[in-house]
Structure formats: C-alpha cells, structure tokens
C-alpha cells in the first residue's frame, strides 16, 4: 500500500493566453507575452522533475503555448468553461479525475519561474499528510500558489486577490513549512521578478529576462 506521504500529485497548471497574460508586468514592455510563456514552461520543468508528481495538466486556450508546454510532456486541455481562473482550475481537475478517478489532485500556479522539484516534494508530502484539502500561501501571504486535494475530495478552488483567507475560509489546511520560497514567490510585477531571479530561475526565464531593467 502507498505510504500518504509518497502519494503521487496530478497538477493543474492555469494559463491565460499570452496576449493577456501577466498585464501588471506591462511594464516589461514587449516581452511580457514571452516572460508568460517561459514562467510557464520554467514552472511545468520543475514540477516534472518532482518525484511526487505523477502528471501535469495545463488548461490554456493559447495554441501556442500549449503546444510548447505539451512538447515538454504537459497534457493540455482547452479552458471549455472560458469563464475565469476558478472555473479552468475546477474544469481541469474534473479532467484528470475523467482520466483517474482516485487522483490526488492539486492546482498550481504558473507563474513559479525559480520552482525547486525539491521544495514543492516537501510541500506536497506535507500536503498529503493533512488528510484533506490543503493550501500554501504566497509570499506575501496574502494570496494562494498551491491548493490541493487528497483523493475523492473536490479542489474547491478560490484562488485570486485575497485567496489564503478565502481558502481558510472553506476548511482548507494551511501549509505553513517554513522553508518553501521558490513555491511560494509567484511573479506578478517586476518587484515579484525581482526577488525569483535572486532565488535562481530556470533556463527560460533567465534567457527572456536576461537585460531586462528591474527598477530597485
């Protein structure tokens, strides 16, 4: 029998299209569609690369995007319900549970680029040990980057804005390891950037950012 702590995690990784993603980095002017893509193909590298992984399943309508993030073994479904981040991340987990009904199912962000396989192994073993519904905040902790689900129990997602209270709110445990920063520093703006490429990117993202102005 599989020990809770060595379950393996199906993902669902949401992506805008690349000409809308990321808009408070419009200050990053034309790369911004570009930065998108590579926080995205960083992200899904490094949760392929997690032993506790078994699969990840992006949900984008970009055609480019998703054939890119397929080529580097991510299953992508089209956002059917096209009706914001909570519905692709519930639609997407209906997904892998059509696929595997017993699935251990977890909604990750995409926008991860300094993700250590490592980290989120430890966060997702602590995550399976809860029993339930768990969560882990951001940086800030105000926000949500993981939110899981042990088999059986619906995701239940509430991410965006203020989504650690909301996720509080509807019974989710809170992750609170104290060592997980490349898991929790999601990039929004410049700043966020910033402080990932101090944690150390991967190879796509530091090729994107390489010579872009970061103001202090």
Not at 22 to 29: D, F, I, P, Q, V
Not at 146 to 170: D, E, I, K, Q, W
Not at 173 to 183: C, K
Request: one cysteine or more.
């Amino acid at each position: 029998m599989e020990r809770v702590d060595d379950a393996r995690w199906s993902l669902v990784v949401p992506l805008k299209p690349l000409a809308v993603a990321k808009s408070r980095l419009a200050a990053a002017g034309e790369v911004r569609p570009a930065l998108a893509l590579a926080f995205a193909v960083d992200t899904v590298a490094a949760v392929l690369a997690c032993p506790q992984v078994a699969d990840v399943t992006v949900v984008t309508d970009d055609r480019a995007a998703a054939a890119e993030l397929a080529a580097h073994g991510a299953l992508v479904v089209p956002d059917a319900p096209a009706a914001g981040l909570n519905a692709a991340l519930r639609y997407g987990a209906e997904e892998v549970r059509r696929r595997e009904p017993a699935a251990a199912v977890a909604a990750l962000n995409g926008d991860l680029p300094a993700l250590r396989p490592a980290e989120l192994a430890e966060v997702l073993r602590a995550a399976a040990g809860t029993g339930e519904r768990a969560f882990l905040a951001d940086a800030e902790g105000v926000g949500t980057t993981l939110l899981t689900a042990v088999p059986y129990l619906p995701l239940s997602p509430a991410f965006g804005g203020s989504s650690r209270a909301r996720h509080l709110a509807s019974g989710a445990a809170e992750i609170t390891l104290p060592e997980a920063p490349s898991v929790r520093r999601d990039v929004d703006t410049l700043a966020d950037l910033r402080e990932a490429l101090a944690l150390g990117v991967g190879p796509r993202t530091a090729a994107v950012a390489a010579g872009l102005l970061i103001p202090d």
